[in-house]
């Protein structure tokens, strides 16, 4: 059993005192603040530990290599990228308050998310379509560690999924950006140069991202354990149960609680660390 620990606090007095701690026989040095450590068992005083001096942690079986992955999908708003487009969609629209607060709402899981999403796209209303090309250029950032996760599935071969309830005005460009295989998202409705506040077809839900994470793993002839799904809200849950690891990437309680594992304080290149 391999532990793996990592983040900006840890540091030469936490690796060994969190070595003597999991009762570790050896650890080594995987990347800048990133350990592996071998065990002989799970420690469960390793998770408070950990918690209360904000490193990540995460146990990983022996043998487990990211070059024998097929697939990694990851949600966009809030996890790929560090913004929620529709947040500053509604910023501009003037509404950004009403927007964020059923945002948080949705991502803990207390309101149901199409509703919530139809509610929040009817603020927008009005809005004048340049405003997507604002979000995209002057705050649209890549979350850090992004590129080198992407790099590492690009060099062992491993397929790119993005998924999104947000729109495909922002995951097309990321497609083409950066590279990604596949991905689902909703289309806003737009007549004469402004949002109409509806979208167009089915909501791209919880239900809508785990089918297509489903998909394309039978389309890429894997298995289970051969994939990874990696999120923050509760909408992201029924995708992250698909898979053969799942990432709660600065999450909300309700994700961490059921991921495989939680990235709290690491980049998204963190999750290249926890393989082999």
């Given at each position: ?97 009403e927007i964020a607060r059923i945002t948080e709402e949705a991502m803990r899981g207390e309101i149901d ?164």
């Amino acid at each position: 059993m391999n532990l793996v620990a990592q983040g900006p606090q840890l540091g030469p007095d936490e690796v060994f005192e969190l070595a003597r701690l999991a009762g570790c026989s050896s650890f080594a040095e995987i990347a800048s603040h990133a350990f592996r450590f071998s065990c002989t068992h799970v420690k469960p005083d390793v998770a408070a530990w950990c918690d209360e001096r904000r490193i990540d942690h995460a146990w990983m079986a022996e043998g487990r290599r990211f070059a024998d992955l097929r697939l990694v999908g990851m949600d966009m708003d809030s996890t790929l990228i560090t913004i929620e487009c529709i947040d500053e969609l509604g910023d501009l629209a003037g509404k950004k308050p009403e927007i964020a607060r059923i945002t948080e709402e949705a991502m803990r899981g207390e309101i149901d998310y199409p509703a919530s999403l139809r509610k929040r796209v009817a603020l927008l209303a009005g809005l004048e379509e340049t405003a997507l090309s604002r979000v995209y250029e002057e705050r649209l950032r890549l979350t850090s560690g992004a590129e080198r996760l992407i790099d590492a599935c690009k060099a062992s071969g491993v397929k790119l999924l993005l998924v999104s309830g947000g729109f495909t005005f922002f995951t097309e460009r990321i497609k083409a950006r950066l590279g990604f295989d596949y991905t689902i998202s909703n289309t806003l409705e737009i007549r004469d140069g402004r949002l109409t506040g509806k979208v167009l077809g089915d909501i791209v839900d919880a239900g809508a991202k785990a089918r297509k994470f489903a998909a394309v793993t039978k389309e890429l002839g894997a298995e289970k354990p051969q994939t990874v799904a990696i999120g923050d809200g509760a909408n992201d849950l029924k995708m992250m149960a698909e898979a053969g690891l799942s990432v709660a990437f600065h999450a909300k309680p309700v994700v961490r609680a059921q991921a495989s594992c939680a990235l709290n304080w690491s980049g998204l290149d963190a999750v290249v660390n926890l393989f082999e």
